[in-house]
């Protein structure tokens, strides 16, 4: 989550919006969105590959490319999963879906 709201403050633009509900009985969703330029479609999944940034960044900006694919690893870890949607008006979400783990 922490890489999620530094990227959305870094390469996004406010505002920037965390929302978490339950999508289903047995699953957690947790969004993260800003207003800033988005993700190209055909970036959408290549930004989750380790080492790559969008075209145009650079170190300079924070970061070497490893975030997003480490928080995918870790949400897919977990039972669940990371990816990136467009957002309705401009800008981009990214989306975290984690199973609910129940003692029952």
Known sequence: M???LENARRHGAPPIEAMLDAAA??????????????V????????????HRLPGASEADGGV???LSLARQIARRHGGD???LP?????A?????LP?????
């Open 2 to 4: 922490r890489n999620l």
């Open 25 to 38: 009985p047995d699953l957690l969703r947790l969004d993260i969105c800003d207003r800033g330029r988005g």
């Open 40 to 51: 190209p479609k055909a970036e959408r999944e290549l930004i989750f590959t380790p080492f």
């Open 65 to 67: 490319g490893l975030g």
């Open 82 to 84: 990371l990816v990136c």
């Open 87 to 91: 957002r309705e008006g401009g800008g």
């Open 93 to 97: 979400c990214f989306r975290v879906t």
């Open 100 to 104: 609910v783990i129940s003692d029952a």
